[in-house]
């Protein structure tokens, strides 16, 4: 059976647009095709740290010469990055924070990009290392329109995911959350109901 791990980084847990609609296309996927669906739940999971030099130290210190220190400090990114890259979809539910994406999802991004777990280096560039893999991504504004000059949070996940090796990616756009919110939920239900999903 696939996993699909469902990933939301809005705080806000009962008003949330982005958790609202990525129930909706959840429901699809496990519907339409059997899955296990694993959750982090980003500002409030405890293994979404920033870290510290410990933790840095210990990613660039092979595994026996670790100290305990260096080991704790790493154990929750092995956590994170392992079950991110064993997962066969994707689920991304992402408000833009200033025009990027929150800082639990940012914070999440450094704890699962690995090398040797989800990307190696080649000769001096990186490979991901993650093959046969589909994401979908929600995203929701206030305003600031999506795929405008404003919008970094669409190219910085698109290149994010294409450099763990992931290039089937599915875009749901929620603009206007602020300014438009019914005719923005409409849109973005029409877009969830023509996935196609295999
Ligand atoms: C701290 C913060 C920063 C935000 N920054 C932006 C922004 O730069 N551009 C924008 O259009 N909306 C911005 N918004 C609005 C959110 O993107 C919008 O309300 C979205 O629906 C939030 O997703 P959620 O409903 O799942 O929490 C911001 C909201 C907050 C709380």
Do not use: C, H, W
């Not at 982005?18 to 409030?44: F, G, M, P």
């Not at 979404?48 to 933790?55: A, L, P, W």
């Not at 280096?121 to 990186?126: A, D, I, K, L, T």
């Not at 000059?149 to 294409?162: I, S």
């Amino acid at each position: 059976m696939k996993t699909l791990l469902r990933i939301d980084s809005s705080p806000r847990t009962k008003t949330s647009i982005t958790r609202q609609l990525a129930d909706i296309l959840q429901e699809r996927l496990e519907n339409e095709s059997s899955k296990t669906v694993q959750k982090r739940d980003l500002y409030y999971d405890e293994l979404v740290t920033f870290g510290n030099e410990d933790r840095i130290n210990g990613y660039f210190t092979p595994e026996e010469q670790q100290t305990d220190i260096q080991k704790t400090a790493i154990a929750g990114s092995n956590t994170l990055a392992t079950e991110f890259a064993q997962a066969d979809e994707y689920l991304f539910a992402v408000p833009m924070y200033n025009f990027n994406v929150s800082a639990a999802l940012k914070a999440y991004i450094d704890l699962i990009s690995r090398v040797g777990i989800t990307f190696k280096y080649g000769e001096g560039f990186p490979i991901g290392l993650l093959e046969n893999k589909k994401a979908y991504v929600i995203i929701a504004t206030g305003g600031t329109p999506l795929d405008s000059d404003y919008d970094f949070v669409t190219p910085y996940l698109r290149v994010f995911l294409n450099f763990v090796g992931i290039t089937d990616i599915e875009f749901i756009k929620v603009a206007s959350t602020n300014t438009n919110l019914e005719q923005s939920l409409i849109d973005a239900k029409a877009a969830i109901n023509n996935l196609k999903i295999s």
